[in-house]
Nanobody, 124 residues
């Protein structure tokens, strides 16, 4: 059982930055695919960013490319999402999840474990 705990959400003005953290209750050295989703009220949950340790690759939603950066620190069992140049439309609840990304056949992975979510609000 993987327990994920997010932190770092908050209220920021448009153009500002936030860094979200997601810490697991066990070593993430054995977890290849990790990432972030977000969900706004009344909308479907969407994948924001993923990182594959084995491939050494990252992937982003088009809305996040060039502004968000996902990284992982296996020594701290933590995955980060650095969000820069935030826009009001980034306002959402952000969830850490495992696994996130695609498998070796490029088939989308379905997360089995979710964090409780952290609220990000961007004011205009």
């Amino acid at each position: 059982q993987v327990h994920l705990e997010e932190s770092g959400g908050g209220v920021v003005q448009a153009g500002g930055s936030l860094r979200l953290s997601c810490t697991a209750n066990l070593s993430i050295r054995t977890i290849n695919h990790m990432g972030w989703y977000r969900q706004t009220a009344g909308e479907q949950r969407e994948m924001v960013a993923s990182v594959s340790a084995m491939r050494g690759t990252t992937d982003y939603a088009d809305s996040a490319k060039g502004r968000f950066t996902i990284s992982r620190d296996d020594a701290k069992n933590t995955v980060y999402l650095q969000m820069d140049n935030l826009k009001p439309e980034d306002t959402s609840i952000y969830y850490c999840a495992v696994p996130v990304g695609v498998d070796d056949s490029d088939v989308d992975l379905v997360p089995d474990f979710w964090g409780q979510g952290t609220q990000v609000t961007v004011s205009s």
